[in-house]
Nanobody, 117 residues
Framework: QVQLVESGGGLVQPGGSLRLSCAAS????????MGWYRQAPGKQRELVAR???????NYADSVKGRFTISRDNAKNTVSLQMNSLKPEDTAVYYC???????????WGQGTQVTVSS
């Protein structure tokens, strides 16, 4: 069983920045695509950004140019740098690990991000 623990959420004003981090319990990065998802109240969970073991990334259109996903394979961590935050970025953000060769898929417990003045 893989455990994912997120940190770094909080309250920030519009235009501000936050950095989310996700620590994995085991060395999973070579066979897992790591991602960040978010779920706002009353809405479905949506993909924010994903990164492969080789460093290839993809982003939701709504965050392109503002958010950056990165990973440190040696430390088993994945991060999400969020800049120019908007009120519509308010949501619970979840870390995800998706196995490349099986149906194994793991979620963190989520961290709240609130963008408000």
């Amino acid at each position: 069983q893989v455990q994912l623990v997120e940190s770094g959420g909080g309250l920030v004003q519009p235009g501000g920045s936050l950095r989310l981090s996700c620590a994995a319990s085991t060395n999973i990065f070579r066979v897992y695509v790591m991602g960040w998802y978010r779920q706002a109240p009353g809405k479905q969970r949506e993909l924010v950004a994903r990164i492969t073991s080789g460093g290839s990334t993809n982003y939701a259109d709504s965050v392109k140019g503002r958010f950056t996903i990165s990973r440190d394979n040696a430390k088993n961590t994945v991060s999400l740098q969020m800049n120019s935050l908007k009120p519509e970025d308010t949501a619970v953000y979840y870390c995800n690990a998706d196995h490349l060769f099986s149906t194994a898929n793991y979620w963190g417990q989520g961290t709240q991000v609130t963008v408000s003045s």
